[in-house]
């Protein structure tokens, strides 16, 4: 076994789900909980400490987001949510009320590993701060304010600038339109979402090895977009 | 009067004339002007005749007596004629009383009405008093119609119409008699003709029609009120009814997703734990459960594909449009498929500074994937897939084209057809949904899509129509 990861608690009402869920995170070197629904997940994260939540939206007593609300007055641990693909709405809720991220049923052991480490790599991130960046052939410096490629300084604008700082502030955490609208241009422009996705693709053009298929400004199409080193 | 004649000598003669100007203003009051005047002359007559002498002659002996019956007369002609007078404005009073409390009664009754049928009824009800006929037209997306089960003939529905357009009453006395319905009163709220009052008389007489025009223009006025109370009632009844329908739809569709996807999801996850499992009988149960994980993950598709379906066909495509930039749903997709596109070079045309399209991403990253998908599953292995977005007056295309067999021959037209598929005995696996939830999706963008053979290939292109995008304000230099 692998040096202890972390420990995780698992929010979800079926069994067999919560069992490979466990399994792949238990041989991963994380440490589970388990819970089956909204008041016993409250429960344990208040005793057990965990590092993250993977939640199930759908649950027997409450919905999953009621969940995310109660825990985001007390408790910033990521939050990755399980949720059908058909319901964007939900998950845009569920990120917009404190969740990280968002795994769409039925999913691989690959990628619910891949998305426990980000969200663990990044917790551990926040405990040691670098002001350094690097993605690509991209470094940037946000403590100088520096975006530098293949060692050229790129120019970016002053909402540009912001938007990646934005974005690389939460590596690997979906920000809805609304999060960054906000974030980025401020509370006016909530339905402006048309200059969003237009300043996306000049850092794609500026940032990106190709802008169409980019690598790190991903796209989470009707959700919002996502920082992925 | 001639009951007098026996106290011709005892009752002064004066007396006698009282009694004929009672009797003149008793015939006033019960039999009206006529008769009284007739009374008059009559009285007149008699008296000279019986009272004065010479008795039972016409002669007059005294000529003071002439003086007599001028004012006999002049009084009896007044008296007739204030009696009757009042006698009529009485009838008048009381005609208009009950006309009052008919058209009272009439608001009562219609306000329980339930539907228009019944305000039909009622207004036949309320006319009924009056000797009239009638037949309520209401207005309707396919023009004029009688409500119920009555019908006017051709030439009447005409008027009615013309009343209707014109809002403006419609009488047409040559048409009386015969059961004919004569008066076309328009039923309007605020200028807004909601139907036409069609009325006719039971006996061949329009005047009567005409007398009673206040009453039946304020009868059609409380009818119009009802009508339109109704038609809004009814307008929230069926939208309210809509919105339960369409909320149990979505309900199920949720519920039956979630419980569809619940076991896949187990099913996916178990297996691809197996798989990763290293145990001694290794391959043969790595490669196993890696199967079933990737039948399970095909099941998923197309359930996927039929839910969507049956979305988008409940929903009546409520889209969520929002102007951006078609390259990114591109990129999206080419990721969503990033496995699937491992084995195919994919050439991606996309011209630089296109303006942006006013789409639902999550849709159009829908049809792109399925495109994706079908020039995959149907070319031939190891060649490219191609994908060119082209600029075009008024809309922006996107084709995405494959090397392989091409569609059969004349099918390019059906296979947008729920449940068609190009190849219908290929072994490639399908149901046949995924090109028809395209062209629900681009029909719903008013957009169009096409499938067509070019060399050695397939192509499927579709277009959104271009707009105006809104500005962007552009900032000041960094």
């Avoid at chain 1, 641990?77 to 009320?97: F, G, M, N």
């Avoid at chain 2, 004065?52 to 002659?57: A, D, I, Q, R």
């Avoid at chain 2, 043969?284 to 379906?309: G, K, P, W, Y």
């Amino acid at each position: 076994m692998t040096a202890m990861l972390g420990k995780v608690l698992i929010v979800e009402d079926e069994p067999r789900i919560r069992r490979f869920v466990r399994d792949a995170l238990g041989r991963e070197g994380c440490e589970t909980f388990e819970a089956g629904n909204v008041g016993d997940g409250l429960e344990l994260a208040g005793a057990q400490h965990p590092d993250m939540i993977v939640l199930d939206l759908g649950l027997p007593d409450q919905s999953g987001l009621e969940l995310i609300r109660n825990l985001r007055t007390w408790s910033s641990i990521p939050i990755l949510i399980l949720s059908a693909r058909i319901a964007e709405q939900d998950k845009v809720t569920a990120l917009d009320a404190g969740a990280d991220d968002y795994l769409t049923k039925p999913f691989g052991v690959a990628e619910l590993l891949a998305r426990v480490r980000a969200l663990l790599r990044r917790r551990q991130q926040e405990s040691r701060p670098s002001p350094i960046r690097r993605f690509g052939d991209v470094e940037v410096d946000l403590s100088r304010r520096v975006v530098q490629r293949d060692g050229a300084d790129i120019r970016l604008t002053p909402l540009e600038y912001s938007l990646l700082a934005t974005l690389l502030a939460n590596d690997g955490k979906v920000l809805t339109h609304r999060q960054l609208l906000r974030e980025v241009w401020g509370d006016g422009y909530a339905g402006q979402s048309h200059y969003l996705k237009v300043y996306i693709g000049r850092l794609r053009q500026k940032l990106e090895p190709n802008p169409t298929q980019p690598q790190f400004l991903l796209t989470e199409t009707g959700v919002g977009y996502r920082f992925q080193s | 009067m001639l009951i007098a004649l026996p106290f011709r000598d005892s009752v002064d003669i004066a007396n006698i004339d009282m009694l004929f100007l009672l009797a003149v203003f008793v015939s006033a009051v019960w039999l009206g002007r006529g008769p009284a005047v007739m009374a008059v002359f009559l009285s007149v007559a008699l008296f000279d005749f019986f009272f004065v002498p010479p008795y039972l002659s016409f002669a007059v002996a005294d000529a003071q007596y002439l003086i007599t019956f001028a004012v006999m007369l002049t009084v009896g002609l007044l008296t007739s004629h204030l009696v009757s007078l009042l006698a009529e404005r009485t009838e008048q009073a009381q005609e208009s009383e009950i006309q009052t409390r008919l058209l009272h009664a009439l608001g009562r009754d219609l306000g329980v009405a339930m539907n228009v049928e019944q305000v039909g009824t009622i207004a036949a009800a309320f006319l009924d008093e009056f000797e009239l006929n009638c037949i309520l037209l209401t207005h309707s997306k396919s023009g004029l119609l009688p409500v119920g089960d009555t019908s006017l003939p051709v030439l009447e529905t005409g008027f009615a119409q013309s009343a209707c357009d014109r809002n403006a009453v419609i009488e047409v006395d040559t048409l009386a008699g015969a059961g004919r319905m004569i008066a076309f009163l328009p039923m309007a709220v605020s200028d807004r003709v909601l139907g036409v009052l069609a009325i006719g008389p039971r006996q061949p007489n329009a005047g009567r029609i005409r007398e009673l025009r206040p009453l039946l223009e304020a009868a059609a006025a409380q009818i119009a009120l009802i009508v339109e109370h109704l038609a809004q009632a009814d307008a929230i009844r069926k939208s309210e009814l809509q919105a339960n329908e369409e909320r149990l739809r979505t309900s199920i569709l949720a519920a039956l997703s979630h419980d569809m996807r619940t076991p896949l999801t187990s099913l996916v996850g178990l297996a691809d734990t197996l798989a990763q499992q290293k145990s001694p009988s290794g391959q043969i149960v790595t490669e196993t459960a890696t199967e079933i994980r990737d039948q399970a993950l095909a099941m998923h598709h197309i359930l996927s594909n039929l839910l969507e379906m049956a979305r988008l066909q409940a929903n009546d495509m409520r889209l969520n449009k929002e102007w951006q930039p078609i390259d990114e749903v591109i990129g999206s997709s080419i990721r969503l498929l990033a496995s699937a596109l491992s084995g195919h070079a994919l050439e991606i045309r996309i011209p630089p500074g296109l303006p942006l399209v006013n789409f639902d991403a999550v849709l159009i990253e829908r049809v792109i994937c399925n495109l994706l998908e079908n020039a995959i599953k149907y070319s031939t292995p190891g060649t490219p897939i191609r994908l060119d977005v082209e600029l075009q007056p008024h809309r922006l295309e996107v084709a995405v084209a494959n090397r392989g067999s091409g569609f059969p021959a004349g099918s390019c037209d059906s296979v947008f057809d729920l449940f068609v598929r190009g190849e219908p005995e290929s072994a490639t696996g399908g149901t046949g949904i995924g090109l028809a939830i395209c062209q629900a999706i681009i029909a719903g963008h008013n957009g169009q899509i096409v499938a067509e053979n070019i060399p050695d290939g397939a192509c499927v292109r579709f277009s959104l129509p271009l707009g105006t995008p809104p500005t962007l304000a552009e900032e000041s230099a960094s």
